[in-house]
């Protein structure tokens, strides 16, 4: 849909440069309040090989947001499989134009998305229901949906959107450290993992674990021993300790800001896998590109998790004195 442009090699100049289908798709996605008035396109990003895109439900739709969404699939999977059987260099004839190669289905493209629904229809007619189907789809994955609860994460959503071209410059520009990292040993459990591998080789190791006898002493008054081990963390890691955790609880995340302010190193540990083009959230993205992070899971992928059990804290947790435990054994 687009082909990723980055100036002199810096990712901070990265854009994307539609293809007709990239624009046709945009044309598309913009035509959505003409057809459902309720709804208004805030925000979209256009990427390589998927869009983003942010839509602001103004008012009770008759049918729902599902109805609009199943729509916009079956447009975006007709102009895939325009710009598919154009690329095969049939010829295809619409109304009175007859298309032999596919740069003249292309400059259709070009015209929006009305005119190219319209080569769709031609290429169905020609071709026979069949054999069109056969085709190649180039859109293979339904688009999916995701509310917005806090008000903050309009804004946060926008900001990730627009750094997303900047991000994938980065990984192609570092791709050691992005790339998922199979079946890493260490002591008895293997992970996968992505970020510096390097950090497994470092001179010193600890943990970030709150426990939560120190969260409810100070929830009852007495928070000097939670702010001193909170404090400790940080000391241990200004003096260079890689420091280990899966950082699940506020009082773990609150550290691990500090860390990622002043640029120490991590290993953190997920409670899910890595999809095929994972890429950290915005909070660590930037210490896995500059090598200062590696994040570890024990498990595959799961797509259908959403939250992390008291179970997998537990375990996570465990791991993280583990990794410690051998690591520093290694020294």
């Not at 396109?41 to 439900?57: I, R, S, W």
């Not at 190219?116 to 789809?137: C, I």
């Not at 994938?168 to 450290?177: E, V």
């Not at 300790?241 to 991590?266: A, G, N």
Request: with cysteine; glycine share 8%.
């Amino acid at each position: 849909m687009g082909a990723l442009i980055v100036l002199d090699n810096d990712a901070a100049r990265a854009y994307l440069q539609r293809s007709p289908l990239g624009d046709a798709l945009i044309d598309c996605l913009l035509s959505i309040p003409q057809h459902h008035p309720e709804v208004r396109v805030l925000h979209f990003c256009l990427m390589p090989d998927h869009l983003h895109a942010v839509l602001y439900v103004q008012r009770t739709m008759a049918k729902g947001i599902g109805t609009l969404v199943r729509g916009f699939w079956q447009a975006a999977k007709k102009l895939g499989r325009a710009c598919s059987v154009a690329g095969a260099s049939l010829p295809v004839s619409v109304g009175t134009s007859t298309f032999i190669t596919p740069n003249g289905i292309r400059e259709e493209l070009k015209e929006g998305s009305a005119r190219l629904k319209e080569v769709a229809a031609g290429l169905r007619h020609l071709l026979g229901d069949e054999a069109y189907y056969s085709g190649e789809s180039l859109f293979e994955e339904m688009p999916f949906i995701r509310p917005m609860g806090r008000y903050s994460q309009l804004p946060n959503t926008i900001r990730y959107l627009d750094m997303n071209p900047q991000r994938l410059a980065t990984k192609r520009l570092k791709p050691g450290f992005f790339r998922v990292q199979q079946n890493i040993v260490i002591g008895s459990r293997s992970y996968n993992g992505v970020g510096n591998i390097a950090l497994l080789t470092a001179e010193g190791y600890d943990v970030v674990h709150v426990r939560s006898m120190m969260v409810r002493a100070a929830e009852q008054g007495e928070d000097k021993s939670l702010r001193d081990y909170m404090n400790s963390r940080v000391l241990l890691a200004r003096k260079g300790k890689v420091m280990v955790s899966p950082f699940v609880s506020p009082q773990e995340k609150q550290v691990l800001e500090v860390l990622l302010r002043e640029q120490h190193l991590i290993i953190c540990l997920a409670d899910n896998g890595f999809r095929e083009y994972y890429k950290p959230v915005d909070m660590l993205f930037d210490a896995c590109a500059s090598g200062r992070l590696l994040i570890l899971s024990p498990w595959p992928y799961d797509s259908g998790k959403r939250h992390i059990s008291r179970a997998d804290c537990v375990a996570l947790n465990q791991m993280a004195e583990d990794i410690c435990s051998n690591l520093s054994c290694n020294d």
